[in-house]
Nanobody
């Protein structure tokens, strides 16, 4: 599957953004999907994931209660709603997917084998 992330931008602290990741093909419903981010000078880190089987979600502690991952299989799209944004949320956000992957714990990058190109999110203080 090919993934295309969008929705990034510049927002003030406390604001909101919704990222989208559109997938090609007709197998999206069988993909568990995730969001990762990479800030300048830092390693890429897990943000959120949603399972293909039952919609189970996992979040990084740093975004719990502020970010929500969801999916619309009819539109082949996964979303990341980001509220109460902080300057430390500034990063390039990547969507990722893996077919028939059952998420049972917060995943690592290596658990996903399809990646989008990333979208920049900048939060000003």
């Amino acid at each position: 599957v090919q993934l295309q992330a969008s929705g990034g931008g510049l927002v003030q602290a406390g604001g909101s953004l919704r990222l989208s990741c559109a997938a090609s093909g007709r197998t999206f419903s069988s993909y568990s999907m995730g969001w990762f981010r990479q800030a300048p000078g830092k390693e890429r880190e897990f943000v959120a994931t949603i399972s293909w089987t039952n919609g189970r979600t996992y979040y990084a502690d740093s975004v719990k209660g502020r970010f929500t991952i969801s999916r619309d299989n009819a539109k082949n799209t996964v979303y990341l709603q980001m509220n109460s944004l902080k300057p430390e949320d500034t990063a390039v956000y990547y969507c990722a997917g893996r077919r028939w992957y059952e998420v049972v714990a917060p995943p690592k990058q290596a658990d996903f084998n399809s990646w989008g190109q990333g979208t920049q999110v900048t939060v000003s203080s």
